[in-house]
């Protein structure tokens, strides 16, 4: 066996050896200490085995039920079945757009722009990468933009790498905008009773304030690289030549799919209305839309449906995240989260607004190395637990909704849209960021994001 695996193993069994002997200290027993110890396997493992995470998940979660640390009816309760559900929905849709060529058609966009120019260009791709995230999900979002950047710097013969940054940057952002944006977006609205309604009128504004501070802040950062670029559209400006270089799809296709996805977003939009209307339980329709569209598609594209369930939708992700969930859930169900919500709150002296600026800074720098969902869901049953200690949650969702998702900024492993979009940089073209280089520009609009909605949740009434 190499020996990193064995350092790591070694690292592993110490961290949890640490975590059993904190809980000890804060009063746990024997089954609270093992439900903290089995969650924290599955945390550490993302960081320390990344290939092994779901065996990790599987052996946690049996090791739970054998000891009756929790019963069969509550894992399954605890779950979020209908989180897994809404992705799988929202996979199989995405699997048609990209299809169709729903991505290619909205980045021909971009090219029809007149007297296209660098900052014009930062501009583009920058609104269209945190619209693209805000609609369908970052991972997705991600891949069509740089393909399109690539191909875009090709044609001009420019460094594509700084795009690439803006639009990474852009989509960890835009991720905040909906309840689709980010996995952990639909799991605090289904956690925390927060509609579509509640993202549009309170996340998606501040979205669009830090989108644009960003953009403002790199357009003087890269100056160099636009400098060139501009040179290189004054000389090869071309724009009926620019639109070919993105091959559009059949139309009636293209009409039709983008109707299915219109309704879609439409219906969930107004899925709190008429979860009133109908009587229906909260989130009842926020949870099915997706399903009666993924429905809809396998109908229509029928000798592709297989494709679509098998292909498109993540299902080594989605099996991890349903075990996730269960483990956080036995965090819960064994009162472990109360213990630590109290102690958390003597820790802060009862001030709410500390509270607040705590869980949004702790959750941006622990989303820049660890994968954010994982994050999330150790922070949910924490944050639910001081509703019983009389706390108003709201403002507390969205410090955790934006501090996981912009932190994602601050390393070039800080989210799952970095690591795809850098891995496709340098297999395509060669070229590696380092470190350093991410982390000057990251960590900076990062800090800049996260203090204008540390300022905003504060003292915004909106918020509260």
Not at 18 to 42: D, H, K, R, W, Y
Not at 108 to 131: D, E, H, N, Q
Not at 264 to 269: F, W
Request: positive net charge; proline residues 2%; hydrophobic residues 60%.
């Amino acid at each position: 066996m190499d020996k990193s695996i064995i350092y790591k193993f070694i690292l592993l069994f110490f961290l949890l050896f640490l975590v059993a002997i904190i809980g000890q200290n804060m009063g746990f027993n024997p089954q609270q200490t093992l439900a903290a110890i089995i969650f924290s396997a599955s945390v550490f493992a993302t960081l320390l085995f990344w290939d092994f995470r779901l065996a990790i998940a599987f052996l946690g979660v049996a090791i739970l039920l054998l000891t009756k640390v929790i019963d069969l009816e509550n894992l399954i309760k605890f779950s979020s079945l209908e989180v897994i559900l809404f992705l799988i929905g929202m996979m199989v849709l995405v699997g048609l757009l990209k299809e169709i060529g729903f991505f290619a058609w909205l980045v021909t966009l971009i090219l029809r722009i007149k007297k296209l120019t660098a900052k014009k260009f930062v501009l583009a791709i920058g609104i269209l990468s945190a619209l693209l995230a805000c609609a369908v999900d970052e991972v997705t979002s991600i891949i069509f933009m740089v393909a399109a950047i690539l191909e875009i710097c090709d044609y001009f013969e420019v460094d594509p790498s700084p795009y690439v940054i803006i639009s990474v940057l852009a989509t960890n952002i835009g991720s905040t905008g909906t309840v689709l944006g980010n996995p952990i977006g639909i799991l605090i609205a289904s956690k925390s009773g927060l509609t579509f309604e509640d993202f549009i009128f309170k996340a998606f504004p501040l979205m669009l304030i830090c989108l644009f501070t960003v953009l403002s802040l790199v357009i003087f950062w890269f100056r160099k690289a636009h400098k060139e670029l501009d040179k290189k559209m004054q000389e090869l400006m071309d724009n009926e030549l620019f639109i070919k270089l993105i091959s559009v799809p059949p139309e009636k296709q293209l009409q039709f799919g983008l109707g299915i996805f219109g309704l879609t977003i439409l219906g969930i939009a107004l899925h709190h209305r008429l979860e009133l209307l109908f009587k229906l339980e909260t989130n009842t329709l926020l949870l099915s839309i997706p399903l009666i569209s993924a429905g809809l598609v396998m109908i229509w594209r029928h000798n592709k449906a297989r494709k679509y369930i098998e292909k498109d939708v993540e299902w080594w992700t989605l099996i991890f995240f349903l075990l996730l969930f269960a483990n956080a859930g036995t965090l819960k169900y064994t009162a472990v989260t109360d213990i630590i919500a109290k102690g958390v709150l003597n820790l802060v002296k009862q001030s709410h607004s500390l509270l607040l600026g705590l869980i949004l800074w702790i959750s941006a720098f622990g989303s820049s190395i660890l994968d954010n969902v994982v994050l999330v869901v150790a922070f949910i049953p924490i944050i639910q637990s001081f509703r019983d200690l009389g706390l108003g949650l709201q403002p507390l969702w969205w410090a955790l909704l934006f501090g996981g998702c912009i932190g994602g900024n601050i390393t070039l492993i800080g989210s799952t849209a970095n690591i795809v979009a850098l891995g496709i940089l340098e297999k395509e073209r060669k070229i590696k960021i380092n470190f350093w280089r991410w982390l000057a520009i990251g960590f900076t609009t990062s800090v800049i994001s996260i203090s204008i909605i540390w300022l905003a949740l504060l003292f915004l009434p909106i918020y509260r």
